[in-house]
T-cell receptor, first 118, second 113 residues
Framework: GAVVSQHPSRVICKSGTSVKIECRSLDFQATTMFWYRQFPKQSLMLMATSNEGSKATYEQGVEKDKFLINHASLTLSTLTVTSAHPEDSSFYIC??????????????FGPGTRLTVL | QKEVEQDPGPLSVPEGAIVSLNCTYSNSAFQYFMWYRQYSRKGPELLMYTYSSGNKEDGRFTAQVDKSSKYISLFIRDSQPSDSATYLC?????????????FGAGTRLAVHP
């Protein structure tokens, strides 16, 4: 149980275009989802936290107008990278919390999306 | 000073060795602790979860927490080449609605045959 999927797994786009990444909890309802960014050989950097039906909370230094997050349902959150530039190229990973019935803080991670902006 | 310190390695060991991975932390509010394993180009997967000080064993893995010293460890017995991955420690406080995790930098482990 507690499976999280991401789509697409890999995307290559031209500079200036927007890219949408989907994160789904497949077998549980996720009240809270998290979006991370990871550079090669570095740890996870939390970008934002989203709760179903409310606005996302962004970490300091993350541009909310550039990284749009929508948590439309208890099983789906999307991250849209708007007007992508080469410096946005990275590995984006989402995670989800089970909710009140789950262990405190436990997060289940998706497989990640590798974004390359040319 | 980072809230969570973890040696990035890389750590290279022969197959069958006992591996010790460690993290230290500075925030005494951290009350739950996790170890994640991440293979290259994949998302992290949860290995161990613990609330309390002491040892917790699961197969070849043992998680150890010492809250008085603010120090946690993960031991891997009889290490296998398939254990080659990056190991991330993560922790957080009991308070706070979002339950944000604080991650260590990750230690890269290579187990060679």
């Amino acid at each position: 149980g507690a499976v999280v999927s991401q789509h697409p797994s890999r995307v290559i786009c031209k500079s200036g275009t927007s890219v949408k990444i989907e994160c789904r909890s497949l077998d549980f309802q996720a009240t809270t989802m998290f979006w991370y960014r990871q550079f090669p050989k570095q740890s996870l950097m939390l970008m934002a936290t989203s709760n179903e039906g409310s606005k996302a909370t962004y970490e300091q230094g993350v541009e909310k107008d550039k990284f749009l997050i929508n948590h439309a349902s208890l099983t789906l959150s999307t991250l849209t990278v708007t007007s992508a530039h080469p410096e946005d190229s990275s590995f984006y990973i989402c995670s989800a919390r089970v909710g009140a019935s789950g262990r405190k803080g436990e997060q289940f991670f998706g497989p990640g999306t590798r974004l390359t902006v040319l | 000073q980072k809230e969570v310190e973890q040696d990035p390695g890389p750590l290279s060991v022969p197959e069958g060795a006992i591996v010790s991975l460690n993290c230290t932390y500075s925030n005494s509010a951290f009350q739950y602790f996790m170890w994640y394993r991440q293979y290259s180009r994949k998302g992290p997967e949860l290995l161990m979860y613990t609330y309390s000080s002491g040892n917790k064993e699961d197969g070849r893995f043992t998680a150890q927490v010492d809250k008085s010293s603010k120090y946690i460890s993960l031991f891997i017995r009889d290490s296998q080449p398939s254990d080659s991955a990056t190991y991330l420690c993560a922790m957080g406080p009991l308070s706070g609605g979002y339950n944000k995790l604080i991650f260590g930098a990750g230690t890269r482990l290579a187990v060679h045959p």
